[in-house]
Structures are given as C-alpha cells and as structure tokens.
C-alpha cells in the first residue's frame, strides 16, 4: 500500500492540466466518492495496526497533495483566460480616434492665417529673464506688471520669471534678425491670478510683429482686418480703440462685432455689439533701439491675443477652467482639419 501510495503521490505531482475540463477530471478521479482516495481510506480497514499511523499520514499527504494541485492550477489557468480576454487580437480595431484640443486648433488657424500673408514662427523659452520679458520691452522699473502680485518669479537679483507675456519673443527675433522681420510667436505664458471662469495662472498667447521700412499704422489695421475676417467670418467688422502698452506707441486694443449676436448686443458683447479681441501697436522706437534695430530706418507694428479668450468667443464657450480639465465629453465636440 506504501508503494501504491507513493505512485499516486508522484502521478498528482505530475500532472498538468491544459484547460479547466481536464482539471475537473483530475479532481473527480481522486476527491470524488468513488474516486481514488476514498477508495484509498476504504482499503484502510485492511491495514494492520503497527503500520496505520505512517500510511494514514500517507493518505492525508497525498489528499492535500491533490486539493494543493487543483488550487493552483485553476489560479494559473484563470490567469490565462484572463490575459488571452485582454489581448483579444481578434476584435476588430475600433478604438476612438481622438481629437485636437480646441485651443490647439484655434492656435493652429490662426498661424496658417498669418503664414499666408507671409509670416513665419518664432518660439522663445517659457522661463525669462528681465531684460526680454520687462525691460527691453520698455517697463518703467516700477510698472506693476513686475510686481510678485502678477509675476512668477524663479530668482531674484538677477530676475528671472516664467514669461508673462509673448512679446519676450519678439525681443529675441529682434536681437538675432535683421528686418525686414515678418514674425508671430504662439505660446504658453504665467501670471499669478486667481483661478477664475475668466482668468488662469496659464494660458496662451500668440505675438505678432513686423518690421521694415515704412512699416505704418495703415499696415497694422489692414492686416488684423484681414485676420479678423479670416477667423470669425467674412461679416466681421472690426474697430481700434486708443490704449497704452509701454511697448507701443500708439497703441491700441481691437473690437470685432460680436460673433454671437452679429451686433446686435447680447450678454457676451454686454449688449455693446463689440467684443475686445487683442493688444497692438507701433513698436515703441525705445524697444527697436534695446534690440540694435535703427529706429531712424525702421518702423513696426506689434500684436498679441490670448488664445483662450478667443477660443471661448468662436467656440461660444463660457468658462476658461473647461480647457484645462481635459474631460473627453469637452474635448471630443471639437473637431478639426489641421
Ligand atoms: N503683451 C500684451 C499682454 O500680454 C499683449 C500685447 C499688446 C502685445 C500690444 C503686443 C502689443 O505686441 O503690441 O497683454
């Protein structure tokens, strides 16, 4: 019987199984009421005395032997199923495609506008020093927009800030080019604002400049026009109203006619029929000068719009946060072709 016993204990050791049907054999053939085992205790009777301790023990061996082998065998064949359901090669390939984020379209519209007339990409660092983002810029040393209220600052003495703005980059072309200078800068800039329907601490902005001989303000509202009509629509009017920027001057802000309401006044337009799209200018002759450019020779205009504000106006979307959130039922409304 000990020899029969050892057998059995090696054949169970042995075995594997391929599928869960086989494995329900294995167990049937030796844990069922007329399987193996209770044939094995059955037979017990016949043992004599001075042996029954060491072959009981035997038995129980060979029994937990058994019970161990299903348990993990049918561990490692669910694990197997499980994997052959996660790779299924053969379902068909239906994964969604997914889609530009709507800032990243209306970024990309705008520079195929301006690459038409013939204006190239520039990209500048995200981190700053004073020089390219204030100072060449013409900020009085003591401008608010310096101040720890508005500006991120890395390190003090000398400063160095992430850019509040992309007009850095335009100091940048003007250092390493020489006019005629046809240039816009998309990017990402920083201020410390309060998270708001309206404002984040990041968004984007893209620059415009150009730089020539003869460069007037005729130029600059002719070629905004032109972008205005390209982006919102053919029926879109547009007009300048004076401002200051201490990199410009003049210097003023563009309406369009509200895209919503065609101008008619709405609540977006406040029922002025006018929405505010960006910042612009003649290049203050003291910036040209901080950048080597002879500001005799030369003339420029400049620009720079916030992505996200005319994003929000195209796409008639109300709060600012939804963009960087990142949820799909957002994001997948938005459709593009570049
Ligand atoms: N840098 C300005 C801002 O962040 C935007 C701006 C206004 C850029 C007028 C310009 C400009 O180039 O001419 O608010």
Redesign the pocket.
């Given at each position: 019987m000990k020899e029969k016993i050892g057998t059995l204990l090696d054949d169970v050791k042995a075995f594997k199984a391929e599928n869960i049907e086989q494995l329900e054999a294995f167990r049937i053939k030796y844990l069922s009421k007329k399987g193996v085992i209770a044939a094995l205790f059955a037979d017990f009777r016949n043992v004599v005395p001075e042996h029954r301790k060491e072959i009981g023990l035997m038995m129980n061996g060979l029994k937990t032997a058994v019970q161990d082998k299903i348990v993990s065998l049918k561990e490692s064949l669910e694990n197997i199923t499980e994997t052959a359901v996660k790779a299924d090669l053969s379902l068909p390939a239906s994964a969604p495609l997914g889609t530009r984020h709507p800032l990243s379209i209306v970024r990309n519209d705008i520079i195929d506008i301006f690459s038409r007339i013939g204006f190239t990409v520039s990209e500048g660092p995200e981190i700053e020093d004073d020089f390219h983002n204030f100072s060449a810029l013409n900020f009085p040393a003591d401008h608010p927009a310096r101040d720890m209220q508005d500006t991120f600052f890395i390190e003090k003495d000398p400063d160095i800030a992430l850019r509040?703005?992309?007009?850095s980059v335009?100091v940048r072309v003007m250092e390493n080019s020489n006019p005629p200078i046809r240039t816009i800068s998309p990017g990402r800039?920083f201020r410390n604002e309060a998270i708001s329907a309206r404002a984040h601490c990041i968004f984007h902005?893209v620059?415009?400049?150009y730089v020539d001989t003869d460069v007037s303000f005729a130029d600059l509202k002719q070629t905004l026009y032109y972008f205005a009509k390209e982006l919102f629509g053919e029926h879109t009017k547009t007009r300048f109203r004076p401002s200051y920027?201490p990199?410009?001057e003049p210097?003023a802000e563009m309406d369009i006619s509200c895209n919503i309401c065609g101008g008619k006044g709405c609540n977006i337009c406040k029922y002025t029929g006018w929405v505010e799209i960006?910042?612009?200018?003649m290049v203050d002759p003291n910036v040209l000068d901080a950048c080597a450019i002879d500001s005799i020779k030369y003339t420029g205009?400049?620009?720079?719009?916030g992505v996200e504000r005319i994003t929000m106006l195209k796409y008639q979307i109300n709060d600012l946060r939804l963009f960087f959130e990142n949820d799909v039922r957002f994001l997948e409304q938005f459709k593009s072709t570049i």
């Open positions: 509040t703005h992309t007009s335009q800039v902005q620059e415009g400049l920027f990199f410009t210097s960006l910042g612009c200018g205009f400049a620009f720079g719009m």
